[in-house]
C-alpha cells in the first residue's frame, strides 16, 4: 500500500504575500500528484482570502492564531520599540500554539510541514519527527534582529529556524546558497483579457502596496498614466483612479493586464511583475533586511527601478516608471519566467527522500 502524500502550508500571517505562495504550490502539487492532500493554515485575514483563492479546489483551510505585523511609523519604517513588545507577546503565545497543532497533526497524520515563514512549525515538526521545509526570501529573525535588543526572543527565533529539516531560499534572498527562481500563481488570458476591457484605452500603472500596509504619497499622480490602478491599502490623488477590491479575478491578473507596476518590496507581488515581464518600480525601506536585500538584487541585475520611501514623490515615481519601462525593454540574461516547478520539486524531492515508498 503507498502511502498517502498530506502536506501542511503554515502561511505567516504577516501581510499575504506567504498566503499567495502557498496556494501556488499547493495547487501545482496537487495537478502534478506531488501531493494527495494539502491543508493551509494562516491567521483570520488570510483565511478569508485563501476561503477566495481556494474556492472549488481540494485544498483545505484552517484559521490559526495571528502572527504579530510590523508596527510601523508614520515614515513606514518599523517601530522598534512596540514591535519588540509585540514580538515579546507572540514569543509567549508559542507553547500554547505547538499544543494545540500537535492535536491537529496527531489527527490529520501529515507527511510533511511546510512553514512560509513561520518558527512554531519548525518546532512543531521537530518535537513530533515530522520532516519540516521552511519557504521564503527572509525569515523573522533575519528582519527583526536588526532592529530589537531582545536576546531571549532573537534566541528562540534562531533555535526555530535551525529546526527546519530542509530549506528553500528564494530569488533575491540575503543568505547565500542555492536559490529558486520567482514564481507566482498562473495567470488566466481569458481574465486578463477582460480586466483590460475595463481599464479601457491608454496607459495603465498599477499600484499596490499590500493589503496591509497603508500607502500614502503626498501631490496628484494623475500624469503618472491614463489610469491608475490601486488595490486596498493604496491611497493616492489622482483624477484617473480605478480602485479594485479583492475578488476571485486575483492579483497577478491585473498585474499582468497593466502596463506597469509601483510596489513595496514584497517578494510575491515583486514575482507577479516579473513572471509577467511588466516595468517594475519598488520601493523599500532601508533598515528592513529582506526589502534591502531584494531591492540590492533588483537593481544588480537591472530588474526593477528602485526607490528609497522617503524619496518617494510624484517626480521621483515619473522617472521611476520611465527607467522601468527602459530597462523592461532590453535584454537581460536573468531568467524571470515563473519558477513554480523548482519551488513544488524541491519540497517534493526531499519529501521522497525522508518518505520510502511501502508497498504492501
Not at 510601523?72 to 520599540?81: E, I, M, Q
Not at 497603508?214 to 489622482?238: C, K, M, N, W, Y
Request: glycine letters at 6%; one cysteine or more; hydrophobic letters at 40%.
Amino acid at each position: 500500500m503507498e502511502l498517502c502524500n498530506k502536506l501542511v502550508f503554515y502561511a505567516s500571517a504577516n501581510g499575504y504575500g506567504h498566503a499567495t505562495r502557498a496556494i501556488a504550490l499547493a495547487k501545482y502539487m496537487l495537478t502534478f500528484g506531488m501531493a494527495d492532500e494539502v491543508t493551509i493554515c494562516s491567521g483570520e485575514r488570510q483565511f478569508r482570502f485563501l476561503q477566495t483563492e481556494c474556492a472549488g479546489t481540494p485544498i483545505k483551510l484552517r484559521c490559526i492564531a495571528d502572527e504579530p505585523a510590523l508596527p510601523l511609523k508614520p515614515n513606514y519604517y518599523p517601530d522598534t520599540g512596540r514591535l519588540d513588545e509585540e514580538l515579546q507577546r507572540w514569543h509567549i503565545s508559542w507553547d500554547k500554539w505547538i499544543d494545540i497543532e500537535r492535536a491537529f497533526t496527531a489527527d490529520y497524520e501529515p507527511s510533511m510541514l511546510i512553514s512560509d515563514c513561520s518558527p512554531q512549525p519548525l518546532l512543531l515538526g521537530k518535537s513530533l519527527g515530522i520532516p519540516t521545509v521552511l519557504i521564503g526570501n527572509a525569515t523573522w529573525l533575519d528582519i527583526c534582529e536588526p532592529l530589537v535588543d531582545n536576546d531571549k526572543v532573537v534566541r528562540a527565533l534562531k533555535t526555530a529556524y535551525e529546526a527546519a529539516d530542509h530549506r528553500i531560499l528564494l530569488r533575491g534572498a540575503a543568505k547565500g546558497g542555492k536559490q529558486v527562481g520567482f514564481f507566482s500563481r498562473p495567470v488566466n488570458s481569458r481574465k486578463i483579457f477582460a480586466i483590460r476591457e475595463r481599464y479601457g484605452n491608454g496607459k495603465t500603472v498599477m499600484v499596490s502596496m499590500g493589503r496591509t500596509f497603508h500607502f500614502r504619497i503626498s501631490g496628484d499622480i494623475t500624469s503618472l498614466a491614463d489610469q491608475i490602478v490601486t488595490t486596498p491599502g493604496t491611497e493616492i490623488r489622482a483624477k484617473n483612479e480605478l480602485k479594485i477590491t479583492p475578488d476571485r479575478t486575483g492579483s497577478q491578473n491585473y498585474v499582468a493586464a497593466s502596463d506597469a507596476v509601483i510596489t513595496k518590496a514584497g517578494w510575491s507581488t515583486v514575482a507577479e511583475a516579473l513572471n509577467n515581464n511588466r516595468p517594475l518600480v519598488v520601493l523599500y525601506r532601508q533598515n528592513v533586511s529582506s526589502e534591502l536585500a531584494l531591492s540590492r538584487y533588483l537593481f544588480r541585475k537591472r530588474l526593477a527601478a528602485v526607490v528609497p520611501f522617503e524619496h518617494a514623490s510624484v517626480s521621483t515615481l515619473h522617472s521611476a516608471v520611465n527607467r522601468a519601462t527602459e530597462l523592461s525593454r532590453c535584454e537581460n540574461s536573468e531568467n524571470t519566467s515563473n519558477d513554480l516547478s523548482s519551488a513544488a520539486r524541491s519540497i517534493s524531492t526531499f519529501l521522497r527522500s525522508q518518505v520510502p515508498l511501502q508497498t504492501a
